[in-house]
């Protein structure tokens, strides 16, 4: 089954508007990142985030993490049309999972010029 | 220069046959990965090298065998290609393996191969 789920699938919002994307998994992790993909290319990766961290920042991304909840939270503040892009959370497990991520199904992000 | 590059771009052929995609990468990485993305956009790893070694191999058809030369490079050839194969396949690489310096890498991803099977 999956791993991580995204919330919203799709969500379309205005340049300059904050976009706030969420991520669930199921087991316990020993980091997440969160990717970005512009259409037809692939993966760029923006953030990782571990375990033992509640909160990190990137330029105008802002990742939160709660294990207890098993959810993770992508901000982009101050939107532009250049972020147009679908953005994935993948999971690392840690252990003896060595390079598997699991991607999650990823939110298709809009901004309106 | 591209860092992690795949050839082809686009592959159209018909159910049946045997096609291959490439992968290079010029970071000096020692781990590569082939991911299968769907329609629905779910992007599923299939299988990982680390320096030319069988790493990771998911629950993939025996007709998808992946070859890597030399740790630049991870090949995927794919027989009797089916209607289910169609996706894009994209390599991806990272410095190292996940795990072994406490935490996972960052993986970097080529432009992906569109496969269409007929």
């Known amino acids: 089954s999956q791993q991580g789920e995204e919330d919203p699938q799709a969500l379309s919002i205005q340049e300059g508007e904050n976009a706030t994307m969420n991520c669930s998994y199921k087991t316990s992790i020993n980091n997440l990142q969160w990717y970005r993909q512009n259409s037809g290319r692939g993966l760029v990766h923006l953030i990782l985030i571990r375990s033992n961290e509640r909160e990190k920042h990137s330029g105008r991304l802002r990742v939160t993490l709660d294990t207890s909840k098993k959810s993770s939270s992508l901000l982009i503040t101050a939107s532009r049309a250049a972020d147009t892009a679908s953005y994935f959370c993948?999971?690392?497990?840690?252990?003896?999972?060595?390079?598997?991520?699991?991607f999650g199904q990823g939110t298709i992000l809009t901004v309106h010029p | 220069d591209t860092a992690v590059s795949q050839t082809p771009k686009y592959l159209v052929t018909q159910m049946g046959n045997d096609k291959s995609i490439k992968c290079e990468q010029n970071l000096g990485h020692d781990t590569m990965y082939w991911y299968k993305q769907d329609s629905k956009k779910f992007l599923k790893i299939m299988f990982s090298y680390n320096n030319k070694e069988l790493i990771i191999n998911e629950t993939v058809p025996n007709r998808f065998s992946p070859k890597s030369p030399d740790k630049a490079h991870l090949n995927l050839h794919i027989n009797s290609l089916e209607l289910g194969d169609s996706a894009v396949y994209f390599c991806a690489s990272s410095q190292g393996l996940a795990g072994s310096r406490g935490g996972a890498d960052t993986q970097y991803f080529g432009p992906g191969t569109r496969l269409t099977v007929l």
């Open positions: 993948a999971t690392w497990a840690g252990g003896t999972s060595y390079g598997k991520l699991t």
